[in-house]
């Protein structure tokens, strides 16, 4: 017996004790679920797997299926796949200027609690953000999702939270959500795409919370258990995430749309801009900014890569639930991926990169085995850290080739994005 006949037997056994209605029996059997029946799922992308995993465990499913929606079905319903590109210089550190790239691959990528927001509305999910500027009553709000049996995501600093073991002055650089669904004592249960068993303790997940101040302690509270998703409202959700893709990447912004890559790929290799990579990096310490790149390209990664595959997959779906064929568009998706991958690679042909990035996968498949794994997170974290703070500069002859075929590289992936976003405008209408 699957999970959800599981629940729907104990639902209407309930309903045969107590009179209840369907609805008011589900809240109540939801409610009472224990810490050990939550279900550690996985995922790629902080936000999109927050979501989806913690509708799976508050009994959220397809219609069509009886399956959980999978965390591309989120991305999608969400308003799919974004862009964003920004070079970050930070010269406040001991060993010197510091420079990391973020990336922005999913809708909304800069407002990640108003995408939430809007996933949930468009399921038709009740959902509340809560925000305050006091620790306590930080605490006393996840406390009290956590007793009514809600799973709670929380925004947190990613430096902050000691399974990554991100050194101390990356804290408060950047965010993102776990989901928390219990608390052990002094310690509380976390989802943060591991699957076995990861904790944190109170102290710890309160500062996590309070160091960025623009998150103000921020929880998003998701309480799908008085409803269940219908096929009519599942339709709509697809449908209108789609039409905002389309939109959406569409725009004309070189900060939030696809012309954010067109405006990577000339500061590459274009001197006469002050923020160009030629310019920024011109003492040739090119490595960590590059590394940078590649952890957020990387599917396997902390950060999920650029979600162009679980974007086809989506479009599988669609294709299911909306009775159309969106096989084309998906296969254009995946040869954007590929392209991605080649960006990726590009980068990794200076072997300081390519060895952080190996790092880096060992650290995201520790994390994934919780608590058990927490040493090697560790050792490899390290490693990382003190491989960025050896690696040399690069000569300049080698810069300009390397940043050439980076650009070349990133052109293809723009073009290839471009293409995936004509085929889908077809096929939307």
């Known amino acids: 017996m699957t999970r959800q006949r599981q629940l729907k037997a104990l639902i209407r056994s309930r309903m045969d004790r107590t009179g209840e209605t369907y609805m008011v029996a589900r809240r109540h059997v939801l409610n009472a679920r224990t810490d050990s029946e939550y279900e550690l799922r996985g995922g790629l992308n902080p936000e999109v797997a927050s979501l989806a995993n913690a509708f799976a465990n508050r009994g959220i499913t397809d219609p069509a299926t009886g399956e959980p929606i999978s965390e591309a079905l989120v991305l999608g319903v969400g308003g799919g796949l974004g ?47 809560h925000e305050t500027a006091g620790t306590a009553k930080a605490q006393a709000q996840l406390d009290d999702a956590l007793e009514s049996g809600i799973p709670a995501v929380a925004f947190v600093s990613t430096a902050d939270l000691p399974h990554w073991h991100l050194p101390a002055d990356q804290s408060g650089r950047s965010g993102q959500p776990i989901t928390v669904y219990g608390k052990v004592g002094d310690r509380y249960l976390i989802d943060d795409r591991n699957r076995a068993r990861l904790t944190i303790g109170a102290e710890e997940l309160a500062e996590a919370r309070a160091r960025i101040p623009s998150y103000k302690n921020r929880l998003v509270v998701a309480d799908p258990a008085a409803t269940e998703l219908e096929a009519e409202r599942l339709t709509a959700a697809v449908r209108e995430g789609l039409e905002e893709q389309v939109a959406h990447l569409s725009a004309k912004s070189a900060s939030f749309s696809l012309p954010a890559f067109d405006k990577w790929a000339r500061t590459l290799t274009d001197s006469r801009n002050a923020k160009s990579w030629p310019n920024v990096l011109a003492d040739g310490d090119v490595v960590e900014a590059l590394a940078s790149v590649v952890e957020q390209v990387d599917d396997g990664c902390m950060w999920g890569g650029t979600l162009r595959r679980q974007y086809a997959a989506f479009l599988a779906d669609a294709g299911r639930i909306l009775d159309a064929d969106f096989s084309d568009a998906a296969r254009a998706y995946e040869t954007a991926a590929d392209r991605w991958a080649e960006v990726a690679a590009v980068c990794r042909t200076v072997p300081a990169v390519d060895e952080a990035a190996r790092l880096g996968l060992k650290r995201r498949e520790a994390v994934a085995r919780g608590d058990a794994g927490d040493r090697s997170a560790k050792a490899a974290s390290a490693s990382l850290e003190s491989l960025l703070g050896s690696a040399g500069p690069l000569p300049p002859d080698a810069i300009a080739r390397l940043f050439g075929d980076l650009s070349e590289a990133l052109r293809a992936a723009v073009s290839a994005e471009r293409e995936a976003l004509e085929t889908l405008r077809a096929l939307v209408g």
């Open 83 to 129: 862009a964003g590109y920004i070079l970050w210089e930070f010269s406040h550190y001991k060993g010197g200027p510091r420079r990391a790239v973020t990336l922005g691959f999913r809708n909304q990528w800069q407002y990640p609690d108003r995408w939430m927001v809007k996933v949930c509305q468009r399921l038709g999910i009740e959902a509340h953000v």
